[in-house]
C-alpha cells in the first residue's frame, strides 16, 4: 500500500523563479492538504483540496495556488519565489469520505531552497 | 486566532524513564487531537490520535485529553533513544469538512543513553 509519495526530493530555485511541486496521496484517501515547515517551527497550513476544488486555505499570499487533478494527486505552484519560501514543503492526504475528521498522512515532503 | 501552544524544549529524560510532553489549545470548540514525531530531516509521523477525555494507550504511547483545562498530553514510557525527536500537538477545531489543523511549534525530546 503506497503511502503518500512527493516529487522532486529537493530543489534549489532563485528569487523571481516558479516552482511547481507535486504530491500522490495515500490510496484510499481523497483529500490532499499542503503545508510549509520553516526551519524549527512547525507545519504551516497552506491549503486543502477536495473534489478538485481548494475548500479551506490559511494566511497565504496569492503567489501560492494548487490544483487537484481527479486522481486525487495535488500540485503547489509558488511565483515570484522570495528567501523567505525556503523551507520544507509538506503534503499530507485524507479520506473525507470516511466522515469525521480523519488524521492526516504526510509525504516525506520538498526541500525548497531559494537562493 | 486558534492556537496551538507547546514547550519548545529540548526535553531530556533518562532512557528508561517516563517522558511528559505538554499541550494546550485556545479553541474551547477542538474535538480532534493528534501527536506526530518528527525525525530531523524528516516528514510527521502520526503517532496517537484521541477525540474524547481520558486516557488512550497504545503500547508505550498514553494520550491523555482534558477538554475543561483545554489540554492534551503525551506519555513516553520506557524512553528509549530512539524517540528522541521532535514531538507535534495537532488540533481540529470540529470534525467537519472546513476545518483545518492547527499544529504547535513542537517540542525537543532528547532521550539520555
Known amino acids: 500500500d503506497a503511502g503518500v509519495t512527493q516529487s522532486p526530493t529537493h530543489l534549489i530555485k532563485t528569487r523571481g523563479q516558479q516552482v511547481t511541486l507535486r504530491c500522490s496521496p495515500k490510496s484510499g484517501h481523497d483529500t490532499v492538504s499542503w503545508y510549509q515547515q520553516a526551519l524549527g517551527q512547525g507545519p504551516q497550513f497552506i491549503f486543502q483540496y477536495y473534489e478538485e476544488e481548494e475548500r479551506q486555505r490559511g494566511n497565504f499570499p496569492d503567489r501560492f495556488s494548487g490544483h487537484q487533478f481527479p486522481n486525487y494527486s495535488s500540485e503547489l505552484n509558488v511565483n515570484a519565489l522570495l528567501l523567505g519560501d525556503s523551507a520544507l514543503y509538506l503534503c499530507a492526504s485524507s479520506s473525507t469520505r470516511q466522515g469525521a475528521y480523519q488524521p492526516q498522512h504526510f509525504g516525506d515532503g520538498t526541500r525548497l531552497s531559494i537562493l | 486566532q486558534k492556537e496551538v501552544e507547546q514547550n519548545s524544549g529540548p526535553l531530556s529524560v533518562p532512557e528508561g524513564a517516563i517522558a511528559s510532553l505538554n499541550c494546550t489549545y485556545s479553541?474551547?470548540?477542538?474535538?480532534?487531537f493528534f501527536w506526530y514525531r518528527q525525525y530531523s530531516g524528516k516528514s510527521p509521523e502520526l503517532i496517537m490520535s484521541i477525540y474524547s477525555n481520558g486516557d488512550k494507550e497504545d503500547g508505550r504511547f498514553t494520550a491523555q485529553l482534558n477538554k475543561a483545562s483545554q489540554y492534551v498530553s503525551l506519555l513516553i514510557r520506557d524512553s528509549q533513544p530512539s524517540d528522541s525527536a521532535t514531538y507535534l500537538c495537532a488540533v481540529v477545531s470540529r470534525p467537519h469538512k472546513d476545518d483545518k489543523i492547527i499544529f504547535g511549534k513542537g517540542t525537543r525530546l532528547h532521550i539520555l543513553p
Open positions: 479553541d474551547r470548540g477542538s474535538q480532534s
